[in-house]
């Protein structure tokens, strides 16, 4: 299928200047809620899978291999998926992209429902499995709820400030914008994780909370990471002028 001028559409999807190969096409909006699923589930299984495993095992797999897996696992989902939805995979990244006018605002929903249905699939793969301790599906905060909440506004904001820098249209581009996206939670977890868990991202951290009957503090991931979008969204619009390469139409 070719654009004006005779340029395939391939080569144009969403600023996609490596083109999709032949053949291969997302499934539409079936297939973009199916992505957002599996992402997520992938993602919060990097982020509860590895204190799980410790947990039943009792062992201990380092602080850094730790907390690094959520970062891995947004690399790898990003890279994989970021054609299809966009691979956001954070209800939170949805809602700045629809404000940023990236997004349609009827399509948020749909994306952030599958959202948690992944977060909480994955909770419940790691208890089927694993048959953890039910701290291990919760959020650290070993200073407090306060520190976690500051330290959730600030890590939110970075990540929706990197989030912006590496996508068009919604969705992530080249694959630099895994690598970059994947080591921003990297570093998140790495500062946040015995504060805040280093969430930024409420579907990952109280969709398998819901599963072993929630936690008093739950509005932290609610109300910092809205916060925090509402930072990030400051500095992406000091930053970048508000300019797109529009996806083409079908």
């Not at 590895?50 to 970062?71: I, Q």
């Not at 070993?142 to 996508?167: C, K, N, Q």
């Not at 008093?216 to 925090?228: D, K, R, T």
Request: glycine content about 12%; hydrophobic content about 50%; aromatic content about 10%.
């Amino acid at each position: 299928m070719r654009a004006k001028g005779g340029e395939p559409r391939h080569h144009m999807i969403a600023g996609n200047s490596e083109g999709l190969e032949e053949g291969r096409e997302p499934r539409g909006e079936l297939g973009n809620l199916v992505s957002e699923f599996f992402g997520t589930l992938v993602v919060t299984l990097g982020s509860i899978g590895p204190a799980a495993v410790a947990s039943a095992l009792g062992m201990s797999l380092g602080y850094a291999v730790e907390m690094s897996c959520t970062g891995v696992a947004s690399a790898v989902m990003i890279y994989a998926l970021r054609y299809v939805s966009g691979a956001h995979f954070n209800p939170y990244i949805t809602i700045s992209f629809a404000l940023r006018g990236d997004f349609a605002w009827h399509r948020v929903w749909g994306y952030v429902l599958m959202q948690f249905l992944g977060a909480i699939a994955a909770g419940a793969l790691v208890l089927a499995i694993f048959h953890p301790d039910r701290t291990a599906l919760l959020p650290q905060m070993r200073l407090g709820p306060w520190p976690a909440f500051w330290l959730e506004i600030i890590l939110t904001a970075i990540v929706i400030m990197v989030a912006h820098s590496t996508a068009n249209v919604a969705r992530f581009i080249g694959p630099a914008s895994a690598l970059a996206n994947g080591l921003t939670t990297v570093l998140a977890r790495w500062i946040g994780g015995r504060v805040s868990s280093g969430s930024m991202n409420p579907a990952r951290t109280l969709g398998p909370a819901i599963l072993v009957g929630g936690f008093g503090s739950w509005w932290i991931y609610v109300v910092a990471p809205a916060i925090g979008t509402a930072v990030g969204l400051a500095f992406v619009a000091a930053i970048w002028r508000h300019t797109k390469v529009p996806a083409p139409e079908r």
